[in-house]
């Protein structure tokens, strides 16, 4: 069964402290994205990685950076996190291209203080 | 570029009622369509996905999605609500020929009354 683990369900950090966000794919899928949700904002794309050291930027990256060492990790970095980056972050994997579907981890539930 | 609106943030109905979820999207190429369902404190699971083919498309649950391409559409239905359906719905389009990164909708939550 198709497995996306995220490290953690709930995180409270402080401000300016730097903050990872691990996800874990069992799938040996190529791309890893991860998104931001918030309450009628959808989904909003933060980075992806469609190969081991490779990245993009999504469609809102600043604060944010990510790190993909090995095929199976993908790590999203908050350098110095903000109040404004409370959020629920969510990762996904995806098979190579074509009419591939992502598959989502539970998410994690950020909140900066 | 490509786009989706989803109609309406939130949608009520009563348990055993029709459910009506509709989604509209713009893309410059027949795109891949995509409804995906989220349950409280969960990630995002695919409801159902239209590529190529057959317009009506059926998925999990008993939902169906029909692809309209004259109204550049893609409603999402169920006959019967019933109180386990309530959960955030997102529908998400891709471009097959571009980047492959799927853009989704901003999502409509629906309330199931008993």
């Known amino acids: 069964d198709v497995k996306v683990t995220q490290s953690s369900r709930y995180l409270v950090k402080r401000t300016g402290e730097k903050v990872f966000l691990e996800c874990v794919q069992d799938m040996d899928h190529e791309n890893m994205f991860w998104y931001r949700q918030d309450p009628g904002l959808g989904l909003r794309l933060i980075y992806f990685?469609?190969?081991?050291?490779?990245?993009e930027k999504g469609d809102i990256p600043e604060g944010y950076s990510v790190s993909r060492e090995k095929k199976e990790r993908f790590s999203l970095i908050l350098e110095s996190a903000s109040t404004n980056q409370t959020s629920m972050y969510l990762c996904?994997?995806?098979?190579?291209?074509?009419?591939?579907?992502?598959?989502f981890g539970a998410g994690t539930r950020l909140s900066v203080l | 570029a490509q786009s989706v609106t989803q109609l309406g943030s939130h949608v009520s109905v009563s348990e055993g009622a029709l459910v009506l979820l509709r989604c509209n999207y713009s893309s410059s190429v027949p795109p891949y369509l995509f409804w995906y369902v989220q349950y409280p404190n969960q990630g995002l699971q695919l409801l159902l996905k239209?590529?190529?083919?057959?317009?009506l498309v059926k998925g999990i649950n008993g939902f169906e999605a029909e692809f309209k391409k004259s109204e550049t559409s893609f409603h999402l239905t169920k006959p019967s609500a019933h109180m386990s359906d309530a959960a955030e719905y997102f529908c998400?389009?891709?471009?097959?020929?571009?980047?492959?990164?799927?853009?989704f909708g901003r999502g409509t939550s629906l309330i199931v009354h008993p």
């Open positions: 996904a994997s995806r098979a190579g291209t074509g009419w591939n579907i992502q598959y």
């Open positions: 990685s469609y190969d081991v050291k490779m990245k």
């Open positions: 998400a389009v891709r471009d097959p020929g571009g980047s492959y990164i799927p853009t």
């Open positions: 239209y590529t190529t083919g057959a317009t």
